[in-house]
């Protein structure tokens, strides 16, 4: 089910009707409630990965309570082998069998050996990547004990299949989310009106931003070949607010809905693009993925500590990692090196901390040095995301040596004015609201009711006026 | 919580009186602003009447035609604009690749669906439409989109205009074969939903007292060659029965035509087209 469906805008309020008003009495009803609304929600695109779900969710509960009775290092981190080996192992089947196979084959075949190997038609489970790491989180925190593992099962397949994140996200740590479900919930009009703001915010950015965009990077991106340089530009230019409007919308609509149930989810994006530098960036980006591989992978490799060379092979084992995780295709692997490139002086200079502050805090405008360096960052940024958009490595490298051309100077034509002017509008509302959780957080409200409606009211006109050919989120292939 | 639920439905109420208001104020701007054809010919058909009929070479003429339109969105434009045109005589496209069943796919076609929704929006009946798949959710959310959420003025994007361009691509006929005739690589059989439809703008056209002049436009011999023999002749087979009813079939899909005057191998471009619309504007000027 898409959040930006008519099946969503019909599930939503029946699964909040019964929440509050059926299952507000009894706090395991409303996990039972969230448990089915869930595997609905989930069902609706494939009942038969549902086994999936179930089966990943009772291994870790059962690794959980195992963890909690033993005290033999050796057993402990055999059980959580068990478990990493269960979820990567699935997730590895799914998402990456065919990825190895092929390259397997093309490996001996430089060596003049062929193999005879059939790929398989495997279907890829929408979200195994979020949902599996977000399990993976509570049998490590329990290994680690820093969490107590949990004896009430519904409540902890509702933390694996919370529907608002179970597809894209944000990744939630068990340390998190998972004692949410243990709390007496009791309903704040705030939060949910917060939470309603944010999620008209995230379908602005999806359906006006994202959809349109996509419509000219994809014409860019499938017929490169032949375009002029600046087109070539402007598609990248467009993709890149189109994932942008894809990923933090869905992550505004996730967060959003959770709030309507009483929940609080992390924070997934703070305004990437007005970052001033890479590092910066990528506390800004897809925050839930990015301090995943921080605490359960970078630290654990020993993080920034230890010599020169152990803090570049970490630099790029996360990077390289993390762009491994978005798909089974070189063109992922290729981006995170390339992210890892540009972030390796900063980290080795130790200048990874330095902007930790909001950009131009307290002003209208930022300065001419801050400006430049957020254009110099957004450019580095827009030349990655040609590799994760293009179809192979290959491409990837025409793609950019087709913007290296005298037609570079050149107006691209056709150029998607209304979706710019558009992105303009998005940019302006998000560097108002900067300083605050999403950008709409803070907008208008201390404006009398019917300036504050008329807003409302715009917005959802401008969404359902200015929708563009309706995509699935680009995350959920991930 | 209730405060919550009060302001959500408040809210919601305001939105639906808002799509209500427009959508009242759209049926009024669609009726009031509604085109109306002054001339005395009417030029109607899919994107092969579109470019090959100047309506400057006829006395009083003008060419609604537009592309990928199937016979039925023919009917239902005839069907608003007749009765309150001043139009005598009607040249309907009607060639080959009308009676295939692929062109009814429109509706429910990814790629041409939502156009065709935002052409036809105020004058289709696709409730009454059987035999064609539609993509219903995706015609009343174009529907929706422009007539409940501002106020429009001009509702009429289902008339079309003559365009055309002064060169020549011709390639191999293949690709537009195995699109208008072919499934999976295998023949389709004769669109019945067509032949009705066709019987609908004889009917209407006899209603309406306007006289009906089918055209076939020329098509390039390449072309001619692939087209599967069964809609050779069934199209033989209906122009019979048209004839028999006493209507003026034109039939120009074999005329001599040098490449030169063709876009491609079935659309005739500027030059083919100004020597056609003068053939034609003689033709049906002259009665049989």
């Known amino acids: ?478 | 919580m209730n405060r919550f639920l009060r302001n959500v439905t408040l809210f919601s109420v305001g939105l639906i009186a808002c799509f209500a208001t427009m959508y009242a104020i759209n049926i009024v701007t669609s009726e009031f602003n509604a085109p109306r054809v002054e001339s005395q010919t009417l030029i109607v058909g899919n994107s092969h009447m579109q470019q090959a009929l100047n309506p400057a070479f006829f006395e009083s003429a003008q060419n609604i035609s537009q592309s990928a339109e199937p016979l039925y969105v023919t009917y239902w434009k005839l069907k608003k604009l007749l009765p309150r045109s001043s139009v005598s005589t009607v040249v309907l496209g009607f060639s080959y690749l009308n009676l295939s069943p692929l062109s009814n796919r429109k509706l429910s076609d990814e790629r041409w669906s939502s156009t065709l929704f935002n052409r036809v929006y105020t004058i289709a009946d696709i409730e009454s439409l059987e035999g064609v798949e539609v993509d219903r959710l995706e015609f009343y959310r174009s529907k929706f989109k422009n007539m409940c959420l501002y106020p429009k003025w001009d509702h009429g994007s289902y008339m079309g205009e003559y365009f055309n361009f002064d060169k020549s691509v011709l390639l191999a006929p293949d690709e537009d074969i195995a699109r208008h005739y072919l499934r999976d690589g295998q023949n389709v059989d004769i669109s019945m939903v067509d032949i009705a439809f066709l019987d609908s703008i004889v009917a209407l056209s006899a209603r309406e007292n306007v006289e009906l002049i089918l055209v076939a436009t020329p098509i390039h011999e390449s072309y001619f060659e692939r087209i599967p023999g069964h809609f050779i002749a069934g199209f033989e087979d209906t122009k019979r029965e048209l004839k028999a009813r006493g209507i003026r079939v034109l039939d120009y899909s074999q005329l001599d035509v040098v490449d030169d005057e063709f876009l491609n191998v079935t659309h005739l471009n500027e030059r083919g087209a100004t020597r056609f619309s003068k053939l034609i504007s003689e033709r049906i000027a002259t009665p049989e």
């Open chain 1, 1 to 478: 089910m898409l959040f930006n469906s008519i099946d969503f805008a019909v599930f939503l309020p029946i699964v909040f009707i019964l929440y509050w008003f059926v299952a507000n009495r009894d706090l395991k009803l409303q996990n039972l409630l969230v448990v089915v609304a869930s595997y609905v929600f989930y069902g609706w695109w494939d009942w038969r990965f549902l086994f999936l779900i179930l089966f990943s969710t009772v291994v870790d509960f059962r690794v959980g309570l195992g963890l909690e009775t033993q005290d033999d290092p050796k057993r402990r981190k055999f059980l959580l082998l068990c478990s990493i080996l269960v979820n990567l192992g699935l997730l590895g089947f799914f998402k990456y069998y065919n990825f190895f196979l092929a390259n397997f084959v093309d490996a001996f075949s430089i060596f003049g050996k062929e193999i005879g190997a059939s790929s398989l038609s495997i279907v890829l489970p929408v979200g195994i990547s979020f949902y599996t790491f977000q399990t993976l989180s509570y049998t490590i925190d329990v290994y680690r004990r820093k969490l107590e593992p949990t004896h009430d099962f519904v409540a902890f397949a509702a933390f694996v299949s919370f529907f608002p994140q179970l597809v894209a996200g944000p990744i939630e740590r068990a340390t998190n989310l998972l004692p949410q479900f243990f709390a007496p919930r009791t309903f704040e009009y705030e939060k949910a009106v917060d939470g309603m703001r944010q999620i008209l915010w995230g379908l602005f950015k999806k359906i006006v931003i994202a959809d349109n965009c996509a419509e000219y990077a994809n014409a860019i991106f499938n017929n490169s070949a032949g375009q002029s340089g600046s087109a070539l530009v402007a598609g990248a230019f467009f993709f890149a607010f189109q994932i942008y409007g894809d990923f933090s919308g869905y992550s505004d609509i996730a967060i959003g809905t959770s709030r309507l149930f009483g929940f609080n989810l992390m924070r997934n994006f703070a305004f990437p693009y007005f970052s001033r530098d890479i590092a910066e960036f990528w506390r800004r980006w897809h925050i839930s993925l990015s301090t995943w591989f921080r605490d359960y992978l970078y630290i654990p490799l020993g993080g920034s500590k230890g010599t020169v060379w152990t803090r570049v092979r970490n630099v790029f084992i996360i990077f390289l990692v993390s762009g491994f995780w978005h798909g089974a295709n070189w063109t992922f692997i290729v981006w995170g090196a390339l992210n890892a490139i540009y972030i390796l002086p900063v980290m080795l200079l130790n200048r990874n901390r330095l902007r930790l502050d909001i950009v131009a805090q307290g002003k209208l405008l930022p300065s001419v040095a801050d400006a430049l360096r957020i254009l110099f960052t957004f450019c580095l940024t827009l030349l990655a995301w040609v590799f994760f958009r293009a179809e192979s490595v290959g491409h990837a490298f025409e793609y950019l040596a087709g913007i290296v051309s005298p037609t570079l100077f050149s107006i691209p034509d056709p150029f998607p004015r209304s979706t710019f002017a558009l992105i303009c509008v998005m940019l302006a509302v998000e560097w108002l609201g900067r300083e605050q959780e999403f950008a709409l957080a803070g907008l208008g409200l201390k404006w009398p009711r019917p300036l504050r409606w008329a807003m409302y009211y715009s917005m959802v006109l401008a969404i359902l006026a200015m929708a563009g050919k309706p995509q699935e989120f680009i995350y959920f292939q991930f």
